[in-house]
């Protein structure tokens, strides 16, 4: 017996015209392209829109040069603020060593006395001492604070000043 083989030949598929979706692909739909026409703005309105762009110009240059004055002037006083405050500092520990050296030499003081009516004398002395050291230590601390403060505010009041009557 001889094997028949049979052959069948399909015919190729047309390509159609319209692309095949998925069961869950959306169709891909082309938007209308519409013309514009020409449109011949008004002078008028030209020059409006040509003023205005030119006036926001300014002012963000206005600005951006203040923003970075203010910056300037807060960097300057920051700088200063710091400075003062370091100084504060040292003032506080100079008056806190000269007070410690004093009660040292207080208690040495009262070591040495030999008799009551000496160590009330000693006593009265050096509260009289301290009281008047503390006086000054205070209005030499106030007036480095007070002048901390000026040297502190004043640049940012001016500079601030400066700037904003540069925007204004």
Same mark, same amino acid.
């Given at each position: 017996? /001889? ?7 399909? #015919? ?19 938007? #209308? ?8 703005? #008004? /002078? ?11 006036? /926001? ?112």
């Amino acid at each position: 017996m /001889a094997e028949a083989t049979t052959t069948t030949t399909t #015919p190729p598929k047309a390509k159609t015209s319209k692309p095949t979706t998925g069961a869950f692909e959306m169709p891909k739909f082309e938007l #209308p392209k519409f013309e514009i026409p020409n449109v011949e703005m #008004p /002078a008028a309105f030209r020059e409006f829109a040509e003023r205005g762009v030119a006036q /926001a110009k300014d002012t963000y240059e206005k600005m951006k040069a203040a923003a970075e004055e203010a910056t300037d002037v807060l960097e300057t006083t920051y700088s200063t603020a710091s400075k003062g405050a370091s100084d504060y500092g040292l003032k506080v520990i100079e008056a806190a060593r000269t007070n410690t050296n004093a009660a040292f030499d207080f208690a040495g003081e009262l070591l040495a006395a030999k008799t009551l009516s000496e160590v009330i004398e000693l006593s009265s002395a050096h509260a009289r001492k301290q009281f008047e050291a503390l006086t000054k230590q205070g209005k030499e601390l106030g007036a480095l604070a007070q002048k901390v403060a000026t040297d502190t505010a004043e640049p940012i009041k001016n500079g601030m000043n400066r700037a904003f009557n540069k925007v204004a």
